[in-house]
Nanobody, 121 residues
Framework: QVQVVESGGGLVQAGGSLRLSCAAS????????MGWYRQAPGKQRELVAA???????NYADSVKGRFTISRDNAKNTVYLQMNSLKPEDTAVYYC???????????????WGQGTQVTVSS
């Protein structure tokens, strides 16, 4: 069984910073792409930042220059450093990961439960 767990959300004032973490654990053989998405109330879930299967990074235009995604492959963990936060960054942030378990020959996309980020003005 695989778990993907986010942490690090919270309440912060505009202009502040937060660092989100997402760790995958369980019966993992390998982890491929990992990324962060967010969903604000009444809106669709959207890409924030992600590592592609080739190792490149993609960022939403709205966060370029403010957010940085990084990962620790040894820990199956991806991070999102968020600086210069704005009220419009308020959302539930979700992590996903393409994971191959030891008993399978293909990758499956797993999602975490999400962590709330609230930016006050």
């Amino acid at each position: 069984q695989v778990q993907v767990v986010e942490s690090g959300g919270g309440l912060v004032q505009a202009g502040g910073s937060l660092r989100l973490s997402c760790a995958a654990s369980g019966n993992i053989f390998s982890v491929n792409a990992m990324g962060w998405y967010r969903q604000a109330p009444g809106k669709q879930r959207e890409l924030v930042a992600a590592f592609t299967s080739s190792g490149r990074t993609n960022y939403a235009d709205s966060v370029k220059g403010r957010f940085t995604i990084s990962r620790d492959n040894a820990k199956n963990t991806v991070y999102l450093q968020m600086n210069s936060l704005k009220p419009e960054d308020t959302a539930v942030y979700y992590c996903n990961a393409q994971i191959r378990t030891s008993d399978k020959y293909y990758y499956t996309l797993y999602w975490g439960q999400g962590t709330q980020v609230t930016v006050s003005s």
